[in-house]
Each structure stands twice: as structure tokens, then as C-alpha cells.
């Protein structure tokens, strides 16, 4: 899906990283959320309370889910799953456009 149609989205942006990673969020007409952003080429790491599903839409990077101990190259159109009440690394080899779902 290139675009998101009938969505509510906030105007201050969710600014990560002293700005290396920024999104906003969006909320759909069922009540989904989810967020749409950037990452610079760097290496951050996040913490979950849902469970996500990151899409990259454009860009490369390498990730490592909690208690996991290999890295997995991830690019353009691929995703990957992040367990409830977790954290994931992320090393952004290219500028990075993502969609991040959260799901309840």
C-alpha cells in the first residue's frame, strides 16, 4: 500500500535520538495505530509494550530482537516481528523510511 486514506495523524512528531530517528503517529478509523518514519544511518535501540510489525519501505538495515544473538539484513518492502513487552536493536546502514503497526 503506497498511501493511507481517512487517517488521523499528529501533528508533533515523535523525535528519537537527539533527531536521528523522527515519526509521527497515524490513527485509522478502527482505531489502529501505527507510525511512519525515518532513521539515519546509526545504531539505536528500541523497547515495546504491543507487539510491532516493522515495514521498512525504503532503505537497509541489520536488526536483533531481545535474546537473540544473530543480526538479520532487512531492505525496501521486508518486515519483521517484534514480541510484546520486548526490545529490538537496529543498525541503519541506509537512510531508512519504516511503518511500525501496533498490535493489540
Known sequence: MKEFINVKV???ANIYFDGSVISRNITFQD???KSLGV????EYEFNTDSKEIMEI????LEYQILHET???LITDKMSFDVPAKS??????LQI????CSYIE
Open 10 to 12: 499528529e501533528k508533533k
Open 31 to 33: 482505531g489502529a495505530i
Open 39 to 42: 532513521m539515519v544511518p546509526g
Open 57 to 60: 519501505i525504503s532503505g537497509k
Open 70 to 72: 544473530d543480526w538479520t
Open 87 to 92: 526490545s529490538f536493536k537496529v543498525k541503519v
Open 96 to 99: 531508512s523510511h519504516y511503518c
